[in-house]
């Protein structure tokens, strides 16, 4: 089967294009999860990676094979010897840029964008597999990563709902309603870990809220502790983060 790809393995129009296209594609796929949750970066992001990706490994190709070739007499003239990983390398250090911009840390307190990121950076491995011709990689690890954003959140959901250290969000009218929300929480049996209060700002109408870092007893459930605390006076919003 290996041996069916060594046609496609080498520096031809067909290699070329049959790359650039699976680059297109497995990007997409990737991307079209992350597009349907409205994620800042989704189906064309992860396309224009991946297809980026693969143009740098085969400049890199490229460059070899001219300097292997028609180049080769004034590249011993000049001196010049040509690394072919060293375009690949500068792709795996810039993705970080745009991993860094996907990922922020929102008023609650909780990280957003670490799946994206994750993503773009697979997205642009991938990329450079796809411009390497390493087909069978590019195949599997593609499956893997559509298995990993799709299907595994699910387990993942599983996981979250029975997990007893839990972050919940309140947003409430005074600071002086803080302590009602500890004992409402210290009543259902739960140990509170931290407590990070913002005391909001009047001129922007900021209302006062804060996240509860708490661990649930093994009797107790997750909705159990929320609904709790919504039944008090005065809380305007309640999320668990």
């Known amino acids: 089967m290996i041996d069916a790809f060594d ?32 994620r800042a970066a989704g189906f064309r992001t992860y396309m224009i990676v991946c297809i980026g990706a693969t143009l740098a490994i085969l400049l890199s190709q490229y460059e070899a094979a001219m300097l292997a070739g028609p180049w080769k007499d004034v590249a ?6 040509s690394d072919v990983s060293r375009f690949g390398a500068q792709v795996i250090n810039g993705i970080g840029f745009l991993g860094t911009g996907t990922i922020i840390v929102t008023g609650r307190q ?44 699910i387990f993942e959901g599983f996981l979250v709902e029975r997990a007893q250290n839990i972050n919940i969000y309140v947003e409430f009218a005074s600071l002086d309603d803080v302590g009602a929300i500890i004992s409402r929480i210290k009543e259902q049996g739960a140990q509170i870990f931290e407590v990070d209060i913002n005391h909001g ?11 509860f870092s708490i661990r649930l007893n093994q009797r107790c459930l997750h909705e159990e502790v929320l ?7 005065h809380i305007t919003m309640i999320d668990e983060v």
């Open 110 to 153: 909780e990280v957003k964008g670490l799946t994206t990121a994750a993503g773009l950076w697979a997205s642009a491995c991938m990329g450079l597999a796809i411009g390497a011709g390493f087909y069978e990689c590019v195949i599997l690890a593609v499956l893997l990563i559509t298995f990993c954003v799709r299907l595994l959140p």
């Open 76 to 81: 011993d003239y000049v001196g010049i010897h």
């Open 227 to 233: 609904t709790a605390i919504s039944d008090l006076e």
């Open 201 to 211: 700002e009047e001129n922007r109408s900021l209302k006062p809220s804060a996240v």
């Open 7 to 38: 046609y496609l393995r080498e520096f031809n129009i067909a290699a070329v294009t049959l790359r650039l296209v699976l680059a297109m594609l497995f990007g997409g796929m990737l991307g079209l999860e992350r597009a349907r949750k409205r």
